[in-house]
Each structure stands twice: as C-alpha cells, then as structure tokens.
C-alpha cells in the first residue's frame, strides 16, 4: 500500500489539487482503519479478553484492510479505459 501510495505522489505531483485531496482521504483511510480494528478489538486488555491469538488476528485483519485499501489506490496507477464516464481524476490506461 505505501509503495503504491508513494508511487500516485509522484506521478500526480504536478497536480497539486489532486494531491492535497489523495493526502487527506489516506488520511482518512488511515483513521478509519484505527476505528475499525478498535471496533472490532473494542477491549482495553486485548490479550486477556482475546486470548493469545489476538496479536495473529489483529494483523490478518490490518492485511486484509491494506490488501483493499491497496486495490483502491491501484486505481489510480493502473488508469481507465478511454470513454470511462465516472473516471473523475483517473488515467485514461495505455
């Protein structure tokens, strides 16, 4: 994911509207990953309501919200096709 991420920066660094928005929806993404896994692990003593599988489960779940999280930001790395009408600040892909 941050490969990916850093890659969108460099391509679009020309766009700077672009890049501000990018910036502030990871962000976002970010504090709701924190939210969501404290949702799902709500306890303040994780290993003792959740036993020692915890630290295993807490990081398949981090892997399958950046694994997601990745593809979204794929998106912007691997284009669109030409005529796309939804594409807003996509790529048209080559």
């Known amino acids: 994911m941050n490969d990916a991420y850093a890659k969108i920066l460099r391509e679009y660094a020309n766009d700077q509207e ?3 928005k ?4 990871q962000q976002a993404w970010l504090t709701f990953r924190n939210a969501e896994m404290e949702a799902l692990y709500p306890r303040a003593d ?3 309501e ?3 599988v915890y630290p295993m489960c807490r990081c398949l779940e981090l892997q399958s919200l950046t694994e997601e999280r990745t ?3 794929r998106r912007w790395l691997d284009g669109t096709k030409e ?3 939804c594409s807003g600040s996509l790529r048209v892909s080559q």
């Open 83 to 85: 005529g796309e009408l």
């Open 50 to 52: 959740y036993g020692t």
């Open 18 to 20: 672009f890049i501000t």
């Open 46 to 48: 994780k290993q003792a």
């Open 71 to 73: 593809k979204q930001l």
């Open 22 to 25: 990018i910036r502030a929806a």
